[in-house]
Nanobody, 126 residues
Framework: QVQLVESGGGLVQAGGSLRLSCTPS????????VGWFRQAPGKEREFVAT????????NYGDSVKGRFTISRDIAKNMVYLQMNSLKPEDTAVYYC???????????????????WGQGTQVTVSS
């Protein structure tokens, strides 16, 4: 079992920035493809971004392209989601997720991710 811990959420004004962090408990994160998803009240879980095990490959949801950046620091065993130019519609609970260890293909589908963090709230005020 992989336990993922997110941090960095909070309240920010529209146009502002936040950086979310995700780290696994007792695991080598570079063995896992990692994704970020979000879920707003009354809406389905939405794909935000994903990153390959090496960090060389990334993919983004259409609604965040050009504003959000996913990255990983292998030495620190962390994955980050830098969120810039935030909009009120970005308000949601953000979840970090990972695929099964050693799977290499990045994915935008939440059902392909086996491990999930508890989520961190991001609220963007207008």
């Amino acid at each position: 079992q992989v336990q993922l811990v997110e941090s960095g959420g909070g309240l920010v004004q529209a146009g502002g920035s936040l950086r979310l962090s995700c780290t696994p408990s007792g695991r080598t994160f570079s063995n896992y493809v990692v994704g970020w998803f979000r879920q707003a009240p009354g809406k389905e879980r939405e794909f935000v971004a994903t990153i390959s095990r090496s960090g060389a490959g990334t993919n983004y949801g259409d609604s965040v392209k050009g504003r959000f950046t996913i990255s990983r620091d292998i030495a620190k065993n962390m994955v980050y989601l830098q969120m810039n130019s935030l909009k009120p519609e970005d308000t949601a609970v953000y979840y970090c997720a990972s695929r099964t260890e050693y799977v290499s293909v990045i994915s935008a589908h939440p059902l392909t991710y086996n491990y999930w963090g508890q989520g961190t709230q991001v609220t963007v005020s207008s």
